[in-house]
């Protein structure tokens, strides 16, 4: 027995010296420790041994078993920590190396002044509100006080998809929207895409962009359309900037205006961006006509208010000296990444 087992422990100590790796190890770990294993096979044995020999035999397997036990569990931990060694040595950064610039997307110069917009109007307490692209004739023209022999329903200016249906040729709707659902006082202003059968040039498209803005309360007046859209001018085109107002026609509004700015190109001379005039349009307004509020239930012998149309792309275009409104629409990335912040 003694001699079985001294021959056994040389044989595992040879190989577990030739081993390779982990999966040789495991194999011969099973081979000699497993259920079937060598070792095994020597403790059932000691039964053919007298009983007064057992104790001791049992004793040299047991010890042959905690040294090889032993001897396996140095050799794993050996042979995992030179995986690790090596696993390690390949992950190896190299932090010296430069690193890559990630393009990152920006605003569009619509948003961005859109947002700039927002930011002036909202700390004077409007809130924004978004309005359908498709339109019914009803919400564009009828309940906006534009009777049925307008120019303005013309063919020629309006996308139609069926007789009564359309593509929105102003964000104007959204009054009728809102004073459907809100009653005064309200302050709003909805921006968004409007329609119109234009021409391209360098100062059209039939796709373009406004805001609107609504402002319904008891007592309000012209005064303070003037002074809401003047505070909007400085704040927008910085507080030299000059505002004008020209009196204008709007069905839904009465009175109406068109507000000018000063040409931020020449500073009021004249040039080739306003024209020779010194002067930049930039939006259109007026006080809430009776008629329309009544449409929407509002008492106009109560209640007064005043409406603006801005034109986004004026603004965009004159607020970043951009000479051609169809690089707005073009989406060039090498023009629109100067613009992304
Ligand atoms: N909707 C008008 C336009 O498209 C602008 C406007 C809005 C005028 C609100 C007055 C009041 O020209």
């Given at each position: 027995?003694?001699e079985?087992?001294e021959?056994?422990?040389?044989?595992?100590?040879e190989?577990?010296?030739?081993?390779?790796?982990?999966?040789?190890?495991?194999e011969?770990?099973?081979r000699?420790?497993?259920?079937?294993?060598?070792?095994?096979?020597?403790?059932?044995?000691?039964?053919?041994l007298?009983?007064e020999?057992?104790?001791?035999a049992g004793?040299l397997?047991?010890?042959?078993?905690?040294?090889l036990?032993?001897?396996f569990?140095?050799?794993?931990?050996r042979?995992e920590e030179?995986?690790k060694?090596?696993?390690?040595?390949?992950?190896?950064?190299?932090i010296?190396?430069?690193g890559?610039?990630?393009?990152?997307g920006?605003?569009?110069?619509?948003?961005s002044?859109?947002?700039?917009l927002?930011?002036?109007?909202?700390?004077?307490?409007?809130?924004?509100?978004d309005?359908?692209?498709?339109?019914?004739?009803?919400?564009?023209?009828?309940a906006?006080n534009?009777?049925?022999d307008?120019?303005?329903?013309?063919?020629?200016d309006?996308?139609?998809l069926?007789?009564?249906?359309?593509?929105?040729t102003?964000?104007?709707?959204?009054?009728i929207?809102?004073?459907e659902?809100?009653?005064?006082?309200?302050?709003?202003?909805?921006?968004?895409?409007?329609?119109r059968?234009?021409e391209?040039d360098?100062?059209h498209?039939?796709?373009?962009?406004?805001?609107?803005g609504?402002?319904?309360?008891?007592?309000?007046t012209?005064?303070?359309l003037?002074?809401?859209?003047?505070?909007f001018?400085?704040?927008?085109?910085?507080?030299e900037?000059?505002?004008?107002?020209?009196?204008?026609?709007?069905p839904f509004?009465e009175?109406?205006?068109?507000?000018?700015?000063?040409?931020g190109?020449c500073?009021g001379k004249?040039?080739?961006v306003?024209?020779?005039s010194?002067?930049?349009?930039?939006?259109?307004?007026?006080?809430?006509?009776?008629n329309?509020?009544?449409?929407?239930?509002i008492?106009?012998?109560?209640?007064?208010g005043?409406?603006?149309?801005?034109?986004?792309?004026?603004?965009?275009t004159t607020?970043?000296?951009?000479?051609d409104i169809r690089?707005?629409?073009?989406?060039?990335?090498?023009f629109l990444?100067?613009?992304?912040?």
């Amino acid at each position: 027995m003694k001699e079985k087992l001294e021959q056994l422990r040389s044989q595992v100590l040879e190989s577990l010296d030739k081993l390779s790796d982990k999966k040789e190890l495991d194999e011969l770990r099973v081979r000699v420790m497993g259920k079937k294993g060598q070792l095994t096979e020597l403790l059932r044995g000691m039964g053919a041994l007298p009983p007064e020999e057992r104790p001791k035999a049992g004793q040299l397997v047991n010890s042959l078993r905690v040294e090889l036990e032993a001897k396996f569990d140095e050799i794993e931990a050996r042979m995992e920590e030179q995986l690790k060694n090596s696993r390690l040595a390949e992950e190896t950064l190299d932090i010296t190396m430069p690193g890559k610039r990630r393009k990152l997307g920006g605003l569009h110069p619509l948003n961005s002044v859109l947002e700039e917009l927002i930011d002036i109007f909202r700390p004077m307490g409007f809130d924004v509100v978004d309005g359908p692209e498709i339109e019914t004739e009803y919400y564009i023209f009828e309940a906006l006080n534009v009777p049925k022999d307008h120019p303005a329903r013309d063919e020629q200016d309006t996308f139609y998809l069926t007789d009564d249906i359309l593509l929105r040729t102003q964000t104007s709707a959204a009054q009728i929207r809102v004073m459907e659902h809100l009653k005064p006082p309200i302050r709003i202003i909805s921006p968004g895409r409007v329609y119109r059968a234009d021409e391209v040039d360098a100062t059209h498209s039939p796709v373009f962009h406004q805001v609107e803005g609504l402002v319904g309360d008891k007592g309000i007046t012209m005064c303070d359309l003037k002074g809401v859209l003047e505070q909007f001018a400085h704040e927008m085109y910085g507080p030299e900037t000059k505002v004008r107002f020209r009196p204008s026609f709007f069905p839904f509004t009465e009175p109406s205006v068109e507000v000018d700015v000063s040409c931020g190109e020449c500073g009021g001379k004249g040039c080739r961006v306003c024209k020779g005039s010194g002067w930049i349009e930039i939006l259109g307004a007026g006080m809430v006509h009776p008629n329309v509020l009544s449409v929407c239930g509002i008492d106009p012998e109560e209640y007064s208010g005043f409406a603006f149309g801005i034109g986004l792309d004026r603004l965009t275009t004159t607020r970043h000296k951009i000479s051609d409104i169809r690089l707005l629409f073009e989406n060039d990335r090498r023009f629109l990444e100067q613009f992304s912040r």
